[in-house]
T-cell receptor, first 113, second 110 residues
């Protein structure tokens, strides 16, 4: 029972490079979320998907795009990485539509040079 | 902008004592309140939620909610060194996504 799986766990990028963070959940949850966590800043919502086929912006969406590929998968794309996007990224899911995240992935530690 | 405020800590308590973690929120219409625990280098985990005024107990944990004063607290009885972590308060209002506080770091000293 994997729960929420994020890949990769670590990544170093150069400014301007692009990459996609992958997230998959095996709990048949409706809602999925992408957060970033910076020192002293708590968790900030980037994008969320309340149900398959819908996505909405969160608090800090600039510089990111998302795709809810199916009910299981929710990916986060950085089109042109910037040093300000250096952070730890967490994917989360919830069986509630638009409710609070219940299960988090292990996180992706992303450094942009 | 809906805000959730927490003292960043660290809050240091001796083993066996009661740890009291506090959180205030700005949106008077907030309906649901959550506490997450995050160990260093790990992901958050949901440990408590409360919807109604008063106390809600789960093992050594008690969540307290006072909507009139717009605060929610988490009490940890018989604190253990394994309780040392950052505790995140989060608030849900209507159809808007959950808003997290910045967290309080708790250190339980053996």
């Amino acid at each position: 029972n994997a729960g929420v799986t994020q890949t990769p766990k670590f990544q170093v990028l150069k400014t301007g490079q692009s990459m996609t963070l992958q997230c998959a959940q095996d709990m048949n949850h409706n809602s999925m979320y992408w957060y970033r966590q910076d020192p002293g800043m708590g968790l900030r919502l980037i994008y969320y998907s309340a149900s398959e086929g819908t996505t909405d912006k969160g608090e800090v969406p600039n510089g990111y795009n998302v795709s809810r590929l199916n009910k299981r998968e929710f990916s986060l794309r950085l089109e042109s990485a910037a040093p300000s996007q250096t952070s730890v990224y967490f994917c989360a899911s919830s069986h509630l539509t638009g409710g609070q995240p219940q299960h988090f992935g292990d996180g992706t530690r992303l450094s942009i040079l | 902008q809906k805000e959730v405020e927490q003292n960043s800590g660290p809050l240091s308590v001796p083993e066996g004592a009661i740890a009291s973690l506090n959180c205030t929120y700005s949106d008077r219409g907030s309906q649901s309140f959550f506490w997450y625990r995050q160990y260093s280098g790990k992901s958050p985990e949901l440990i408590m939620f409360i919807y109604s005024n008063g106390d809600k107990e789960d093992g050594r944990f008690t969540a307290q909610l006072n909507k009139a004063s717009q605060y929610v607290s988490l009490l940890i009885r018989d604190s253990q060194p394994s309780d040392s972590a950052t505790y995140l308060c989060a608030v849900l209002s209507g159809n808007t996504p959950l808003v997290f506080g910045k967290g309080t770091r708790l250190s339980v000293i053996a």
